[in-house]
């Protein structure tokens, strides 16, 4: 399979690392510094936005069986669409897309179980600009015939990116406000979600990426102390931390995303069901 991946961020890289063995991957990044660095790990890099790089980007759009795409929007909209969008609808090959959005399209649900079913109701800039992205790269699927998956990721960690980095870096917090619960998810399983996706026949979904067990963030750092033998940081109540303004806008919101869809819909078995499993795995391999 011939797969294009539009921002090799975080949870593309691992998936193009561990999940494409035998495919032709080409990747964008957003500089010559990072295309030369991840250029070692055997991918074709090119730089996104660039108009140097443009002629190249749209022949392996011409070439590509499946487009991968974690380019964020902003306020002008998909800087992805916005470049390419007639490519990729006129492209040959190319059956299968896949989004990578977010559950913070979803709003504020007082702590309810939301599924793809649900009100999407985003109160920041952000998670608007998301919700329309969504909405422009279905629609390119539906008219020109392509499977466009949306796949709505729960907060992201895995290797090097978790909470016991966090607490041997000291920068791990307990923020305390009551009945808030954050959804996450390992991104071995956002690799398995992608996956499941570009094999997948028929029409392309809409799909919440999230482990089964939304739990307060102060829970996690707790029990991440409790493995390295540490004790947790101190108890902060939420109306006396400093935060950032984005910081803050995360505990603004609170949902339950259901994953049941993810796991019978695209029989996606969770490599990492709850953050207890990924911890301790991770703390085992060394993090």
């Known amino acids: 399979m011939r797969i294009l991946i ?3 961020g975080y949870s593309a890289h691992y998936f193009a690392r561990t999940k494409c063995a035998g495919d032709a991957i080409s ?8 295309a030369e660095a991840l250029g070692r790990d055997g991918l074709e890099v090119l730089i996104f936005p660039d108009e140097a790089s443009a002629a190249a980007l749209r022949a392996r759009i011409a070439d590509a069986d499946a487009l991968l795409v974690s380019v964020p929007p902003g306020e002008s909209g998909d800087p992805v669409l916005a470049a390419f969008a007639p490519g990729i609808a006129a492209a040959p090959r190319l059956k299968r897309i896949v989004y990578l959005s977010t559950i913070g399209v979803y709003g504020d649900h007082g702590g309810a179980l939301v599924d793809e079913a649900s009100e999407c109701r985003p109160s920041n800039e952000r998670s608007q600009w998301r919700l329309a992205a969504e909405n422009e790269w279905r629609a390119l699927g539906a008219r020109s015939g392509k499977a466009a998956h949306i796949l709505r990721l729960a907060g992201i960690y895995g290797p090097g990116q978790n909470a016991l980095v966090n607490l041997r870096q000291g920068t791990a917090r307990r923020i305390i406000k009551q009945g808030q619960v ?3 998810i390992h991104v071995e399983d956002i690799a ?9 026949e028929g029409p392309g979904g809409v799909w919440n990426v999230t482990d089964n067990e939304p739990a307060p963030a102060e829970d996690v750092v707790t029990f991440a102390a409790d493995l390295m033998g540490m004790e947790p940081p101190p108890a902060v109540r939420f109306e006396d931390a400093a935060m950032s303004p984005m910081a803050r806008s995360f505990y603004a919101e609170t949902k339950r995303a259901s994953n049941r869809a993810m796991r019978e819909g695209l029989g996606i078995t969770l490599a990492y ?12 391999a060394g993090d």
Request: with cysteine; hydrophobic share 45%.
């Open 6 to 8: 539009f921002g090799l």
């Open 27 to 34: 990747a964008t990044v957003t500089t010559g510094a990072k």
């Open 182 to 184: 954050f959804n996450r």
């Open 192 to 200: 398995r979600a992608i996956a499941a996706c570009l094999e997948r």
């Open 273 to 284: 069901p709850t953050y207890r499993e990924a911890l301790r795995a991770l703390h085992a």
